[in-house]
């Protein structure tokens, strides 16, 4: 017996079709009618076989939920309202999906082949050939891929989308180290400059991707990895109402990162203007050997009436080494994506395998002779586990060695004196490298060792020229704010303020100050400390070798005043350790203070 039914409307909406009419003979599933409310299209569809005996709306009328839309005969079976029902083909790939594929696809380099040709006839990689070295394989998740040049007014969108992929900076989060660090310790951003893309500029919206990422790495805390190959600033963007573009917040954002997060820049072929700006914003800088690094590249400075130069002449990589910009200089982009694994590491965590060499190597390192020099290098490598030394700005100040490495496996950060330059003296440059490197160590919590072989500040007419006076007094404010354990180790010559400053300020500033038995100290160094005490009595003596014999006695004695064991005995020393036991001393050291903690003092840049 067939029943009279009323199909009513579910909700207030406005119909959009009825594709049925009255007579139709209708079976389960069939549409009866679609409505829109809110946007959203909504089908009610027949449940069971039936006849359309009644019709009450059409297209356009609004209608009321509760209201009646049809009258159906059928067999007593409830009418259902429910989605029109479709098969689903699981391996079929919508229309809108396989657009974006194909619109994603365009800038990958598998699709961009010549771009990756040029590069690779360049000795280089492209961005993403970098960023896939870096990250950990299926880790880097990226931001901002479909974005192109903001140069709609000049440009059609298919060009923009062909040539302009990613607006030339691809950037994401990717995991570093992840395997060794597990993924909640090795999540960095990382942001590639795509020299492929009108020279790896800064447009509108790739500044706009760089502050994005920037403000994600501090919220999240995450370090930053940034390639900056690129010719700065890029004047042809069109889509902005922008007459200067001074109120970008790009090189803000990144310096607010300081001391907060670990930042590495690296740096190949050319890098020049802005780029370079984030570059030296960077707490450590690794180029290649072909890099040129420079506040503005040759057609700023030809258009400052400054002279025509090629780019490989403004900031050649060997000379920014020199002069302290570039902290370490390697042969090529590989070889920066691997030094930049081995950075972050440091910052990571310790590790628990490690391995390190017959420490009573160490006994032997330092001359017996205490005027002959010898490579402190050979004791960081020896002291250090093996194969984790990594140190920075060697071709500068080299006075003094700043090295990253690990000690069982724990990482920290060693400053040492260096006596194949200048006797180990700290002149202007090394204490500034000296400064910016316990800032560094300081803002990230990683405790210091200091191996110190110094006869002080260096002087002289020159040294006061460097404006020495305020540089090295720096190492006495630096060295006093610090809030990570400092242990000091005299390996030789612990002379003056120079070896002050090698302690963070005094010998009772580190948790621990020890000397090994090679080691001496004194207020200055020995020869000038007789000259100036017994000018008179040097002067008497009219025969030049008896007053040098003189001399010589003297400096004995004064060397054996100031030998560690008669300093340890009042006390101005901690202790004096056997050299092969400085590796445990360290460890016993460290586990007794106070464990460093992220400052978030910011770092400077110099």
Not at 140 to 153: D, H
Not at 525 to 543: K, M, N, P, Q, T
Request: proline share 5%; charged share 20%.
């Amino acid at each position: 017996m067939a029943r009279h039914t009323r199909v009513e409307s579910p909700m207030q909406a406005t119909v959009v079709a009825v594709p049925v009419a009255v007579g139709d003979r209708v079976r389960q599933g069939t549409v009866l009618v679609v409505l829109d409310s809110m946007k959203m299209e909504h089908v009610i569809s027949a449940a069971t076989e039936a006849e359309v005996t009644w019709i009450g709306i059409g297209a356009g009328q609004v209608v009321d939920a509760g209201e009646k839309l049809i009258e159906l005969d059928e067999r007593p079976v409830e009418v259902e309202y429910r989605p029109e029902p479709a098969p689903l083909d699981l391996n079929g790939i919508p229309g809108p999906l396989q657009a974006l594929r194909d619109r994603l696809a365009v800038v990958l380099d598998e699709h961009r082949p010549r771009a990756v040709q040029s590069r690779h006839e360049l000795g280089h990689r492209t961005a993403r050939e970098n960023i896939d070295h870096l990250c950990d394989p299926d880790s880097f998740i990226e931001y901002g891929a479909l974005v192109v040049a903001a140069q709609r007014q000049r440009r059609s969108m298919s060009d923009l989308i062909s040539h302009t992929p990613a607006d030339g900076l691809v950037a994401g989060i990717g995991q570093v180290n992840g395997e060794r660090f597990g993924p909640d310790r090795s999540r960095c951003v990382v942001l590639a400059y795509d020299y492929t893309v009108l020279a790896g500029t800064q447009g509108v919206l790739n500044h706009r991707k760089a502050d994005r990422m920037f403000a994600v790495a501090g919220q999240e805390r995450l370090p930053v990895v940034l390639f900056a190959e690129g010719g700065g600033g890029r004047p042809g963007d069109t889509d902005t109402t922008q007459v200067s573009g001074l109120d970008v917040e790009t090189f803000y954002t990144y310096g607010r990162l300081s001391g907060v997060v670990p930042r590495v820049g690296i740096a190949a072929g050319r890098c020049f203007a802005g780029n370079a700006a984030l570059l030296g914003t960077s707490d450590v800088v690794i180029a290649t050997q072909d890099a040129s690094i420079g506040m503005a590249g040759p057609a700023m400075i030809e258009g400052g009436g400054l002279g025509s130069y090629t780019p490989e002449e403004i900031g050649p990589a060997d000379v920014q080494a020199e002069v302290g910009v570039i902290d370490v200089l390697v042969a090529s982009e590989a070889h920066a994506v691997q030094i930049a694994q081995q950075y972050l590491g440091y910052f990571q965590g310790p590790i628990a395998d490690f391995s390190c060499s017959d420490q009573r190597v160490l006994r032997h390192l330092v001359p017996e002779n205490r005027r002959r020099r010898y490579a402190v290098r050979d004791i960081i490598a020896e002291l250090a586990d093996l194969d984790s030394v990594l140190e920075l700005r060697a071709e500068f100040g080299v006075a003094v060695v700043t090295a990253l490495m690990r000690i069982e496996g724990k990482p920290m950060g060693v400053i040492a004196s260096n006596p194949e330059h200048l006797g180990g003296a700290i002149d202007a440059d090394a204490a500034d490298k000296l400064a910016r490197f316990l800032q560094l160590c300081d803002a990230f919590g990683l405790p210091i060792v200091s191996l110190c072989d110094t006869p002080g500040f260096m002087v002289g007419p020159d040294s006061e020229e460097s404006g020495a006076v305020r540089r090295m007094s720096r190492l006495f404010v630096v060295g006093s704010h610090l809030t990570v354990p400092l242990c000091a180790i005299v390996l030789r010559k612990g002379y003056g303020l120079g070896a002050l400053a090698m302690a963070g300020g005094s010998f009772r500033a580190p948790v621990a100050t020890v000397a090994w038995p090679t080691g001496e100290i004194g207020g200055m160094g020995l020869e000038g400390a007789v000259r100036l005490a017994f000018r008179g009595e040097l002067e008497a003596i009219e025969d030049p070798d008896e007053r040098a014999r003189y001399f010589d006695k003297l400096v004995a004695l004064a060397y054996e005043q100031g030998q560690v064991t008669n300093a340890a005995s009042v006390f101005e020393l901690d202790a004096v350790i056997d050299p092969a036991d400085t590796r445990g001393w360290i460890i016993r050291t460290l586990a007794s203070a106070a464990p460093g903690t992220r400052t978030g003092r910011y770092i400077d840049t110099w």
